[in-house]
């Protein structure tokens, strides 16, 4: 069984993060200028649709600090502004154990709400998976009929795209089950997936509360197989 990452919000809003990084930086940092302010926004934004399919990440193009509103829930693994997936040290190097290809780890700093106070925590991680994977085995037609939001496709980089998938109407074919155990899918945005040793193995190390992990099938030729939740 493949399992698919489906993300929660339980820290601020995104707005709010990249507020933080963005307008003040870090307590004592100077403010950015407006017109700095406006290149920053523009490469957060070129980062989060790099990240949201499966594209690197580059330097500058995410936010450092973020404010967390309930520093309380942070798991190993957790989401931040709906979908973005953090992990401490402890989950990356549970994580290593796996072939994650070229999955890229970028650190954060956490702040607290009053913006003022810096949250005392593991070293934190932004997952950039790089992997990416065409290994759907049915036509668009179908994908937009088990979407969430929208039926059509967003077109990004000239390939059909859908956002707002249900995990357990995605039926993968085998090669989902080659190469690395963490991975993109080509045609869905924000599609984060593992492979059933990976989820497994993180499950047993108690480490992935804050990743919702929901089940896929996965067609091996003879029997969808199918794991239940």
């Known amino acids: 069984m493949t399992y698919a990452y489906n ?30 302010l406006s290149v920053a926004a523009g ?19 995410y936010c450092v600090d973020w404010l967390i509103g309930e520093p309380e829930k942070m798991a190993p693994m957790f989401s931040m502004g709906g979908s973005v997936p953090v992990v401490t040290a402890t ?15 970028h650190p954060i700093t956490p702040w607290a709400s009053d913006r003022k106070t810096r949250i005392e925590s593991e070293p934190l ?28 496709p967003e077109e990004i980089d000239g390939i059909p795209r859908w956002r707002g ?15 690395p155990d963490l991975w993109m899918e080509k045609h869905l945005i924000d599609g984060l997936f593992l492979s059933p040793r990976m989820a497994e193995g993180l499950t047993e190390a108690g480490l992935v509360q804050g990743w919702y992990l929901e089940p896929t099938q996965v067609d091996t030729g003879s029997e969808v197989e ?4």
Do not use: Y
């Not at 933080?20 to 700095?36: D, Q």
């Not at 998938?165 to 190469?179: K, Q, T, V, W």
């Not at 199918?226 to 939740?229: E, G």
């Open 43 to 61: 490469n957060h934004m070129r980062g989060s649709r790099a990240r949201h399919i499966g594209q690197p990440i580059g330097e500058g193009e």
């Open 165 to 179: 998938f249900f995990p357990e109407n995605l039926i993968f074919g085998p090669d989902a089950l080659e190469g």
């Open 125 to 152: 991680f932004i997952v950039n998976c790089c992997n990416v994977k065409s290994a759907l085995t049915w036509d668009g037609d179908i994908v937009a009929g088990v979407t969430r939001r929208r039926r059509k």
């Open 226 to 229: 199918k794991h239940d939740a």
């Open 7 to 36: 993300v929660t919000a339980i820290c601020n809003p995104h707005l709010n993060a990249v507020a933080l990084a963005m307008r003040n930086g870090p307590p004592g940092s100077r403010p950015l200028s407006e017109e700095e």
């Open 91 to 105: 989950a990356r190097a549970a994580m290593e154990a796996f072939d994650l290809g070229d999955t890229r780890f």
